[in-house]
């Protein structure tokens, strides 16, 4: 069945350093989704992207999409402490099912 | 609006006892699902439901059964608890295909099974 590896599995990064955390899917996806989760949170929808090759931007935040729709990225730019959490990737091969990876866990020291 | 929510938000059940755990939307959304979220694993399916009155297995099914006999409630429930399937239990909806399909969850159930 369809995987997804997220990379890598946890972060600790210094406030103002960069972070980038990569996803990557055993099969073609329809699209992906990004989520964070803060420290006893639930997952929050942060974003979708659908075309191959698309690129969104949200504030200090950037997301890509691979041309092959199999892979994507996450690049946090001057990290903050409220960026502290873990960020999930979420492929969706067909159907409304995603399939989550493990989630990147990032640590901001101030 | 409330959104998604899910009762209750905590349990410790003995192994062999049964229990329910509800999940009710009041967004209208067509689909619901319940995860379940281990350490270092993610959060892996267990069933899901397009629309009222259907279910399908997901991932992770085993040891669990699920009802959608009203569009805003899915109930998940475990006949027979084990201590493997302590772990926090996530519900969540999202609207029909055809817009974007960001999933809204609830704030969780942690459920550990002695």
């Known amino acids: 069945g369809q995987q997804v590896m997220q990379i890598p599995q946890y972060q600790h990064v210094q406030e103002g350093e960069d972070f980038t955390t990569y996803c990557n899917s055993s099969?073609?996806?329809?699209?992906i989704q990004w989520y964070k989760q803060r420290p006893g949170g639930h997952p929050v929808f942060l974003i979708q992207l659908v075309k191959s090759g698309e690129v969104k931007k949200q504030k200090r935040l950037t997301f890509q999409f691979g041309e092959a729709k199999k892979n994507s990225s996450l690049h946090i730019t001057a990290t903050q402490t409220t960026d502290v959490g873990t960020y999930f990737c979420a492929g969706m091969e067909y159907g409304n099912k995603l399939v989550f990876g493990a989630g990147t866990i990032l640590r901001v020291k101030s | 609006n409330a959104g998604v929510t899910q009762t209750p938000k905590f349990r410790v059940l003995k192994t062999g006892q049964s229990m329910t755990l509800l999940c009710a939307q009041d967004?209208?959304?067509?689909?619901m699902y319940w995860y379940r979220q281990d350490p270092g694993m993610g959060l892996r399916l267990i069933h899901y439901s397009v629309g009222e009155g259907t279910t399908a297995k997901g991932e992770v099914p085993d040891g669990y059964n699920v009802s959608r006999l009203k569009k805003q409630n899915f109930l998940l429930g475990l006949e027979s608890a084990a201590p493997s399937q302590t772990s926090v239990y996530f519900c969540a909806s999202s609207p029909l295909a055809g817009g974007p399909n960001e999933q809204f969850f609830g704030p969780g159930t942690r459920l550990t099974v002695l």
């Open positions: 967004m209208n959304h067509e689909y």
């Open positions: 099969t073609t996806l329809s699209n």
